[in-house]
Structures are given as C-alpha cells and as structure tokens.
C-alpha cells in the first residue's frame, strides 16, 4: 500500500437486499486500488444481511443504522465515518452493481488529482450488460425544463444521451456511482436528509456547483448497475418521492414559481391519468391527496412532518 495514493473509502448502503448486496461485494474484490476502504452500512435490514457480510466479507468495515434512513441518511453516516478517518475521497456506490473495470478508481482519482478544482465525479455506468450505457450525465428538474424534456425525447431520445466519451462538466451526475472530494464535502455539507432518496444527487450537485466546484462526468468505464425492473409505476413510492422531492428541492434553491408550476403540473396529470385509466382513479386519487399534503407543507414553508412522506409511510 503506498502512503502518497490519496485514500479512498468506497461506501455501499444496503437495505433488505442481501443477496444483491453479496454479488456487488463479491466484485469488489476485483478492485485494484491500493489504498481503498470499503465500508458497507446498513439501514436495519431485517433479512440477515448484517450477518451474511459479517460472515462472508469479514475484512469489510461494517456500519449498522438501526433503522431506515434512507438513501441521504444511510450514506451520510458511512461519510462521516470516512471523513472522520481521514479519507481524501469517498465513492458512492450503488448495492445493485457489479464491478465492471477493475481499475476504474485509479483512473478516476488520477484525473481528480490532476484537476483539483472538481469536486464531485460520475464514471460511464452500464445499465444491466454491458453493452447499454446509462445516462450518467443528468438534468436538474424544472417545470419548463421538463415540458421541454419532454417534447424533445419523442423527438430525438438520443439527444438526451450524454454519457459519451468526452469529459463534460454537469449540472447534475447519476447517483449509482459518484467520488466526491472530501475537501468539497466538507464546504457544501451532505446529502440532504429531508429527501429521503431520488434528487438528492441534484441537490449536491447543485450546492458543489454554487460554492465553485466543477461537476464532471468522466468516460471512465466503472460498473454495471443491475437495475431492478419493477416498482416504478405512477403511484408508486418511487414516483412519489420524485414529484415531492423535486418540489422540495426546486423550492430550497429560490425558485418558488418553478415549484409552484412543478406541483401543479404534477398533480393534474396524476388526476388525469386517473380519468383515463378508469379503474384506477381511486389509488390516483389517494396518491394526489398524498403529494398534496407534501407540496402542502414544502410551498408553504410549514415545518415537515409525517405528512411530508418517507420514512413515514
């Protein structure tokens, strides 16, 4: 191990998923890296993961919540670990992957140590083989901007692709695998625990951004993400912490307007799709006083409670 490498802890939050958490460690093991820690923390999962890792992975450093706190939770107490252990760099690392350039990290802390003005970066990220690139290289949510999303994905889906193989600097990286800079960490502060999950990644990017930092995507091959298929319908609780917590964060940064129409927008096309697919109304209907009750609380600057949503569903 040598002393001048900048020290890496490269953090995997697991919940309630073990046997998907034990194929991405197994992975890991590729890894060439020499001064990399691997910290694995877990959000109270009640399906022996603890146990599996403390048994298969017994060299891995394990960090047990006690409870779900969530994708921003979870990982910001793997960080202050790291943080507190001298860490240069930590690396994000989604559970649902699988390694697949070994020497991803040392070609993405080189190009960290050579351009110290970034301070966050996301590597080229394989959706499910690896042969389909996910798109690493993302949007800030934004009403117009949506709309105009929108329209311009039916007309050209590949005009929105943007993880090629150029460096770019980005408003907003992929959360499945991001290295941020401990030395940005510390000036822009974590992950924003109000949200849960989804976004959070804008919402860092977006204050690493104001406080001067750059936010690049690197061509670096890294992993492939194992992306489940299923649980993303439109009132599921990934399309609600979506909606919620794109409002939330559109709100947060100033732009009260763009909040406003986000959350009406959203509302009366859940209400409409409700109209259109007969049979659901009802669950639409419940998923819209839900939303409501969250936009509620976020446009009004009242204090967040149980009706502001995850964890208290």
């Not at 490269?10 to 590729?30: D, K, M, P, Q, T």
């Not at 298969?56 to 670990?81: C, K, P, S």
């Not at 949506?146 to 992929?174: C, Q």
């Not at 890294?222 to 609600?240: C, E, L, N, P």
Request: proline share 3%; glycine share 8%; charged share 20%.
């Amino acid at each position: 191990m040598s002393s001048a490498q900048p020290s890496v802890w490269l953090i995997v939050l697991g919940y309630n998923a073990r046997e998907v958490l034990r194929r991405c460690l197994e992975s890991l093991g590729e890894l060439t890296y020499a001064r990399l820690h691997i910290l694995v923390v877990d959000n109270g999962s009640n399906d022996g993961t603890e146990a599996m890792v403390r048994s298969a992975f017994a060299g891995i450093d394990f960090l047990q919540t006690g409870a779900n706190l969530g994708y921003t939770g979870g990982n910001n107490r793997g960080v202050e670990r790291a943080i507190a252990a001298g860490a240069d760099y930590v690396l994000i690392l989604n559970p649902d992957t699988i390694v697949l350039n070994p020497r991803f990290i040392d070609e993405m802390v080189a190009y960290l140590e050579a351009h110290p003005g970034t301070g966050i970066a996301g590597p080229r990220v394989y959706l499910r083989d690896a042969v389909t690139v996910q798109n690493t290289v993302l949007f800030a949510p934004g009403f117009m901007r949506n709309l105009k999303h929108w329209f311009r994905y039916r007309r050209d889906p590949k005009s929105l692709e943007l993880s090629g193989d150029s460096v770019i600097e980005a408003e907003t990286l992929n959360g499945v695998c991001l290295m941020v800079r401990v030395e940005c960490l510390k000036q822009t502060g974590l992950f924003d625990e109000n949200i849960f999950m989804y976004i959070e990644d804008a919402d860092l990017d977006y204050r690493a951004r104001s406080a001067g930092w750059s936010v690049r995507y690197l061509p670096i091959d890294s992993v492939i993400h194992a992306q489940k298929r299923d649980g993303y319908g439109m009132t599921s609780d990934v399309s609600f912490l979506l909606r919620r917590n794109s409002v939330y964060f559109l709100h947060k940064i100033g732009r009260r307007a763009d909040a406003w129409g986000y959350a009406i927008a959203s509302l009366a096309l859940m209400l409409a799709r409700g109209f259109v697919y007969e049979n659901d109304f009802g669950e639409h209907l419940r998923f819209c006083r839900r939303l409501w009750a969250a936009y509620r609380q976020i446009l009004s600057g009242m204090r967040l409670d149980r009706d502001f949503g995850p964890p208290y569903v």
